[in-house]
T-cell receptor, first 116, second 114 residues
Framework: NAGVMQNPRHLVRRRGQEARLRCSPMKGHSHVYWYRQLPEEGLKFMVY????????ESGMPKERFSAEFPKEGPSILRIQQVVRGDSAAYFC??????????????FGPGTRLTVT | KQEVTQIPAALSVPEGENLVLNCSFTDSAIYNLQWFRQDPGKGLTSLLLIQSSQREQTSGRLNASLDKSSGRSTLYIAASQPGDSATYLC?????????????WGLGTSLAVNP
């Protein structure tokens, strides 16, 4: 059973471009969480999704950021018109349907976004 | 609002020492607490998960305790090795319905010197 997969592992974008980060949860997992780790800062929750539903997006910046988790395919975190302050490591975690009750989340290796 | 604090921020010890990492949280209404390890430039490895009803969990040389009423958890590492060098993160799962988003401390950066 493959773990949580994220791609790309490293992404370089120029200011103003769009960044798309992908997360494939573990097999059988239907819950996805996105976290961001800014340089020299702790991890911060961004968004919690179930298939085709955004459950909690309280950690998402109000503009330029969006997330989806379609019925088929990976979860996508999309950042439009990137700025230097978006440079960070973005981690995805997944949990099984019982996950929210046990709290166990399984993390991917992260995508390191660099905005030049 | 839940806040998680980890002390110390950095720790350097000689190989073989037993050591304790501390994590405190401001709201005792938690669902669980997890300890993770992060190596430089790498992802997160889950070490131990303690449910709110539990007092401790053990895995090999690692032991994590939880005192929910005082808002504290400790991670004990026995007989430390250079391979234990990493950043150790504490994360709290708040007791908020079915949403188990984690709230994180800033971590303790551990260096074990041979």
């Amino acid at each position: 059973n493959a773990g949580v997969m994220q791609n790309p592992r490293h992404l370089v974008r120029r200011r103003g471009q769009e960044a798309r980060l992908r997360c494939s949860p573990m097999k059988g997992h239907s819950h996805v969480y996105w976290y961001r780790q800014l340089p020299e800062e702790g991890l911060k929750f961004m968004v919690y999704l179930q298939k085709e539903n955004i459950i909690d997006e309280s950690g998402m910046p109000k503009e330029r950021f969006s997330a989806e988790f379609p019925k088929e395919g990976p979860s996508i975190l999309r950042i439009q018109q990137v700025v230097r302050g978006d440079s960070a490591a973005y981690f995805c975690a997944s949990s099984p349907p019982a996950g929210p009750l046990t709290g166990e989340q399984y993390f991917g290796p992260g995508t390191r976004l660099t905005v030049t | 609002k839940q806040e998680v604090t980890q002390i110390p921020a950095a720790l350097s010890v000689p190989e073989g020492e037993n050591l304790v990492l501390n994590c405190s949280f401001t709201d005792s209404a938690i669902y669980n607490l997890q300890w993770f390890r992060q190596d430089p430039g790498k992802g997160l490895t889950s070490l131990l998960l303690i449910q709110s009803s539990q007092r401790e969990q053990t895995s090999g040389r690692l032991n994590a305790s939880l005192d929910k009423s005082s808002g504290r958890s400790t991670l004990y590492i026995a007989a430390s090795q250079p391979g234990d060098s990493a950043t150790y993160l504490c994360a709290v799962g708040p007791n908020a319905g079915n949403n188990r988003k984690l709230i994180w401390g800033l971590g303790t950066s551990l260096a074990v010197n041979p």
